[in-house]
């Protein structure tokens, strides 16, 4: 006898949502952008510097490291802030993007690089009001929601 209560079982598989950290380093009215180059996902378009936690890393280990190889940039303390979540659809998956956030300090971080050439064309400074056209919906996202104080934004779900 089946159990009103207890979903039938589905025939999609469940669910598989990478888990993706953003580092919006804000330097006033500025904010730090990659260009993707050579991955295989969203090459040519810019993105903030980023990437998916790796197995069993908690999220401010995950955000530091990710800052660390791929614009040699280090924190300490409370940085960077958790800001929000972005939920990102695009034709091929879905993802959950953890949104941090912190204010450049040039002596305490040192000069952003290009850590990973091999994956990223250049790092660039754009002004907040002056974001690419070709900069990846999953970053506009993240820029969209921490510029307005949104603690989730949807993206690609319309």
Same mark, same amino acid.
Not at 60 to 84: H, N
Not at 94 to 111: C, K, M, S, T
Not at 134 to 158: C, E, F
């Given at each position: 006898?089946?159990?009103?209560?207890?979903?039938?079982?589905?025939?999609?598989?469940?669910? $598989?949502?990478?888990?993706? @950290?953003? &580092?919006?380093?804000?330097?006033?009215?500025?904010? &730090?952008?990659? $260009?993707? /180059?050579?991955?295989?996902?969203?090459? =040519?378009?810019?993105? %903030?510097?980023?990437?998916?936690?790796?197995?069993?890393?908690?999220?401010?280990? +995950? #955000?530091?490291?990710?800052?660390?190889?791929? #614009?040699?940039?280090?924190?300490?303390?409370?940085?960077? /802030?958790?800001?929000?979540?972005?939920?990102?659809?695009?034709?091929?998956?879905?993802? #959950?993007?953890?949104?941090?956030?912190?204010?450049?300090?040039?002596?305490?971080?040192?000069?952003?690089?290009?850590?990973?050439?091999?994956? %990223?064309?250049?790092?660039?400074?754009? +002004? &907040?009001?002056? #974001?690419?056209? =070709?900069?990846?919906?999953?970053? @506009?996202?993240?820029?969209?929601?921490?510029?307005?104080?949104?603690? $989730? /934004? &949807?993206?690609?779900? /319309?």
């Amino acid at each position: 006898m089946s159990d009103p209560h207890r979903p039938e079982p589905s025939s999609e598989p469940p669910p $598989l949502h990478p888990v993706d @950290v953003f &580092l919006l380093l804000a330097h006033g009215d500025r904010i &730090l952008l990659a $260009l993707r /180059q050579n991955t295989g996902y969203a090459d =040519n378009q810019w993105n %903030c510097p980023s990437g998916k936690l790796e197995h069993g890393e908690d999220a401010i280990t +995950g #955000i530091r490291r990710e800052a660390a190889e791929e #614009i040699g940039v280090r924190f300490e303390g409370d940085e960077p /802030q958790f800001v929000g979540v972005v939920h990102h659809r695009s034709a091929w998956h879905a993802r #959950i993007g953890l949104i941090f956030a912190a204010a450049y300090d040039p002596v305490r971080h040192g000069v952003p690089i290009n850590g990973e050439p091999h994956k %990223c064309g250049e790092v660039r400074w754009f +002004g &907040l009001d002056e #974001i690419p056209e =070709n900069t990846y919906p999953y970053t @506009v996202a993240a820029i969209d929601a921490w510029r307005a104080g949104t603690r $989730l /934004q &949807l993206s690609g779900w /319309q």
